[in-house]
């Protein structure tokens, strides 16, 4: 029963402040003429918070592994609407399909350690489409998932390489629970991502908040920001 009753807690907590953010993102925006494009559209303020407390470079480069929509609670809209380019990228193929309308740089595929193809269960709600076998979330969440196909795998490093990215300035993982196993398959110290936004919390997974703690703390990444399901790492060595 308790673990029931935090999941339904966080569950309501989490609609609540997406709510209030995506209200927030439509009725405040940033007084600044210089930019093209106001509006922000993380889920819970990501994106806001990065422009307004870190300085970064005007035009900018990201990395998105697990996009989701194209500008629907994206954590990199707003940026590439301003400038920035880099690279959106999403296993479910229904994603793939939006991302290519919209956004400027998509790639298809899962992010693993062994590139070829890798199982993937497809959710009726596309955000919670993950690697993750079904079996592995609690069994009220079950009943999401429709069925397994099989999709692209490929190594983050190889995405990189494909389309010349060196310096990241805004790495965003949201993968739905494999999100460390995305890091180890590119090389952080060539690539220097500046801020990181990684998933901590999927509904239906185990809470993964202290796992992705202890890993950041053996590099020289400072946790600045936790949002209701994000952390936000800033590279200390830049």
């Known amino acids: 029963m308790i673990g029931k009753g935090i999941t339904l807690s966080k569950i309501i907590q989490s609609v609540t402040l997406r709510q209030w953010h995506s209200l927030k993102n439509r009725l405040f925006r940033p007084d600044n003429k210089e ?18 407390n870190i300085n970064l470079p005007k035009d900018g480069v990201f990395v998105d592994v697990g996009a989701g929509h194209p500008s629907y609670l994206s954590n990199t ?23 290519k309308k919209e956004r400027t740089t998509v790639e298809w595929a899962a992010i693993a350690a062994e590139e070829g193809e890798i199982e993937f269960s497809q959710a009726y709600f596309p955000a919670y489409s993950s690697t993750v076998r079904k079996e592995d979330y609690k069994k009220l969440i079950q009943f ?14 190889t995405i990189l390489e494909k389309h010349n990215i060196g310096i990241i300035d805004l790495l965003d993982i949201d993968v739905e629970g494999t999100e460390l196993d995305v890091w180890q398959t590119f090389d952080y110290e060539k690539h220097k991502p500046k801020v990181v936004i990684v998933e901590y919390y999927t509904f239906g997974l185990a809470d993964n908040s202290q796992n992705i703690k202890d890993f950041f703390s053996t590099l020289p990444y400072k946790l600045v920001h936790i949002t209701c399901t994000n952390f936000i790492f800033l590279n200390l060595d830049l």
């Not at 930019?35 to 307004?52: A, L, P, T």
């Not at 999401?144 to 490093?157: A, D, M, Q």
């Open 144 to 157: 999401n998932f429709k069925k397994t196909i099989r999709v692209p795998s490929l190594k983050l490093e």
């Open 77 to 99: 809209y707003f940026f590439e609407k301003n400038g920035w380019t880099g690279v959106c990228i999403d296993a479910d193929p229904k994603q793939y399909q939006f991302l």
């Open 35 to 52: 930019i093209k494009y106001s509006r922000f559209h993380s889920q819970f303020g990501e994106d806001r918070y990065i422009y307004e």
